[in-house]
């Protein structure tokens, strides 16, 4: 707990008038306890994961500043403050030269980043949670959806309170949704673009709900659509990317600025996704949960443009270069049966 500051019950002047003020006053990574009706239950809200994926953390500084109590105890967990607090603010997934902190959720733990990730997994043990929430934003215009490991009628519900998608994902990637805890359903939830109102909405809307409520599915939950087998699409090594309206001379692979769009579409085959140095190298790797690269099976280039190759369900694409290049362009899903 050591790499954890502990807040329990906190009044407004503690929670400060804004999200950024709250973090400050926090001052580094922080789990804040908030006493219930029922103390016999705990709910777990994790944000800030990635320091540029505020809606979590201002649906937090709302919901605490107005003094709510929640229908059981809830744990808010907040990750990576200092890469929030940045300057110009909320614009770094993580410091330069640390790791994605939701890439530490697996052994050895390494470093400060790997030290804060079993922390909260140690929190997160001792509590006990009936249900773990994990707020993000994507950086590319996408819908409110949910990641989970299993996509039963719990799991199901609880991202009900946020959308109407869920990605069951059999990835390894270190992330905290993928880690096991006594059971709990675990979800992330992707509130929508970073920096958009609908998402911040989204998020807050959500949290109210779920933390007002005795049951952690909603009455009357609406139907949720289950995606699964998701691909992992990203640039290979050593490829130079941009993202802009036209090709860019000299480099590997120029992503459409606008190719957005098709996120949680299915799009045909001889989509565009961007472009290609005519007889440069092959430009995407697009790899399956047991390491198979299935790209040319999925795209094709032709002539400097590279293409869908069949009918896909691109997601979670980004238009921000950095971290397309760091993390990945995008995934492709399919609808579950």
Known sequence: MSRLVVWHDPPPERVGSSAVELLRNLGGPGAIFVRGEDSSR???????????????????????RRGRVPRVDCVWIVG???????????????????????????????????AIARAILELLDRTSPEAILDLHNNTGHNPPYGIA????????????????????????????????????????????????FEADRVALRGVEALLAS???????????????HPVRVSVRSGIDLAIAAVPRSGVGLT???????????????????????TGG???????????????????????????TRRSLIPIMITTDAAIAASDCLFYVVRRSQ
């Open 42 to 64: 705990t709910r777990v809200l994790v944000t800030l994961l990635h320091g540029n994926e505020p809606s979590g953390v201002r649906a937090m500084h709302a919901w605490l």
């Open 149 to 196: 490991t299993r996509a039963d009628g719990t799991t199901r519900g609880l991202c009900a309170w946020f959308g109407e998608r869920l990605v069951k994902s059999d990835l390894d990637l270190g992330a905290l949704v993928e880690v096991s805890v006594r059971g709990a359903p675990s979800v992330t939830i992707e509130c929508g673009l970073a920096g958009d």
């Open 255 to 277: 992503l459409a600025w606008n190719v957005d769009r098709h996120n949680w579409t299915e799009v045909g085959p001889g989509t565009t996704i961007g472009w290609v140095n």
């Open 281 to 307: 190298a092959w430009p995407v790797e697009a790899l399956t949960p047991d390491g198979a690269d299935i790209s040319r099976d999925l795209f094709e280039t032709d002539d400097g443009v590279l293409r």
């Open 80 to 114: 990576a403050v200092d890469a929030a607090l940045e300057p110009p603010g909320f614009a770094f997934r993580h410091l330069p030269g640390r790791p994605d902190l939701n890439r530490c959720f697996r052994p050895p733990y390494e470093g400060v980043d790997g």
């Open 214 to 228: 005795d049951s952690i599915v909603p009455e009357g939950a609406r139907d949720v659509a289950v995606y699964d």
